[in-house]
């Protein structure tokens, strides 16, 4: 019985902790409201420790939290710095920004599938936490929603774009679409 419970309580605390929202756009949709929609280029991710430290090798940052018992899930954090190419929609002063990610709870996109090097186009936001932050983030860093499309894979090469541009929600589909287009119906 006291098993039982245990197993009880933990289950709602993951389910208290979870974001919980419904898909609510396309790219298209999301970046006409967006603050910021940038073509940008991943440059780096960085791994944050709970003691303000930045690491942009993983390795050292998993040692780092080894050493200092940090609780990995709530005590760390990790950010992709991105080069802005091209603001589209928006303003923003400097040429390289932070975008944060998610802590399972406040419905954010993860960042860890994004690769250093490639380029992007993000529709992004400043969070307003009222609560804690993720360790070294700050008011003038962004996030990317998690319940809706936010980011595009960019073809240098062929000048597309690539994701769930337009279509409603039972009828999500990546498709390839020019940027150009993208952008004069963004703007």
Known sequence: MKKITIILIFLLSIKLSACDCEWSGNFLKIAKNSELVIKGKIIEHTYHT????????????????LNNEFDPHYGTGKSIKVEILEIIRGKEERKIIEIFDTDGADCRASIRDFQTGKIYIFATYKPERTGAKLPNETKNDYAIGGCYESTLEYSPEKNKVYGVIKGKSYKRKSIKYSYEKLKKKIT
Do not use: A, Q
Request: proline share 0%; hydrophobic share 10%; aromatic share 18%.
């Open 50 to 65: 709970g003691n303000g430290k930045r690491f942009t090798d993983y390795d050292e940052y998993i040692n780092e939290t």
